[in-house]
Nanobody, 124 residues
Framework: QAQLVESGGGLVQAGGSLRLSCAAP????????VGWFRQAPGKEREFVAT????????DYADSIKGLFTISRDNGKNTVYLQMNSLKPEDTAVYYC?????????????????WGQGTQVTVSS
């Protein structure tokens, strides 16, 4: 099964920005909604953001609303997560996931394909 590939993670100081990318080697990528999730050590995986197949509908976790922006370029089979004003509590492994549905979901169980994750560390 095709696997997504995340990139763009790293170490950043509090207040800084990072842009994560999620490359999807899926021929019919346009038919997939995509979500970003994150998991901090000792915590459950949590929802961050989703985007519909067209990019017309997006949804965000309350904790990052107004700070993070999800977008997609279907011509490049890539979804992005722009993260601004990062805080130490944003430190986690960030995963992207795709579901064969036109709309996204905040529940990780609704996703069919996952990446291996990219580490984001925000220092204080």
């Amino acid at each position: 099964q095709a696997q997504l590939v995340e990139s763009g993670g790293g170490l950043v100081q509090a207040g800084g920005s990072l842009r994560l990318s999620c490359a999807a080697p899926i021929r019919t990528f346009i038919l997939y909604a995509v979500g970003w999730f994150r998991q901090a050590p000792g915590k459950e995986r949590e929802f961050v953001a989703t985007i519909s197949w067209s990019g017309g509908n997006t949804d965000y976790a309350d904790s990052i609303k107004g700070l993070f922006t999800i977008s997609r370029d279907n011509g490049k089979n890539t979804v992005y997560l722009q993260m601004n004003s990062l805080k130490p509590e944003d430190t986690a492994v960030y995963y992207c996931a795709a579901r064969h549905n036109l709309d996204g979901s905040p529940s990780p169980v609704h996703y069919d394909v996952w990446g291996q994750g990219t580490q984001v560390t925000v220092s204080s």
